[in-house]
């Protein structure tokens, strides 16, 4: 049972990766999923959600507009658009999976049932 993340890479400033969070093991289709980052030196960061009742998304306020969560529970995957990179966004980023949370718990990072593994993100200046 585990979570995996992928996609990340490096990308010029203003440019746009996606990132993908395959769940194995068990299915998404019950859990709320969230995308965390962090970066060196800096404390975890929540960076969005989507909730597995309605599909409805929230996003931190330094992402908000720029990043984009989905999901495809046929695929068992979530993913993480992020548009219009900035070098702030430089951070280890990954997934993780709460059976039938809202957002607000989510965003707390509390009891989470699962935790994948991340991947770099890097933006260059």
């Known amino acids: 049972v585990q979570l995996q993340a992928s996609g990340g890479g490096l990308v010029q400033a203003g440019g746009s990766l996606r990132l993908s969070c395959v769940a194995s093991?068990?299915?998404?289709?019950?859990?709320?999923i969230g995308w965390f980052r962090q970066a060196p030196g800096k404390e975890r960061e929540w960076v969005s959600c989507i909730r597995a009742s309605d599909g409805s998304t929230d996003y931190a306020d330094s992402v908000k507009g720029r990043f984009t969560i989905s999901r495809d529970n046929a695929k068992n995957t979530a993913y993480l658009q992020m548009n219009s990179l900035k070098p702030e966004d430089t951070a280890f980023y990954y997934c993780?999976?709460?059976?039938?949370?809202?957002?607000?718990?989510?965003?707390?990072?509390?009891?989470?049932?699962?935790w994948g593994k991340g991947t770099q993100v890097t933006v260059s200046s």
């Open positions: 093991g068990f299915t998404l289709d019950y859990y709320a």
């Open positions: 993780a999976a709460d059976l039938a949370s809202p957002c607000i718990v989510v965003k707390a990072a509390v009891g989470m049932d699962y």
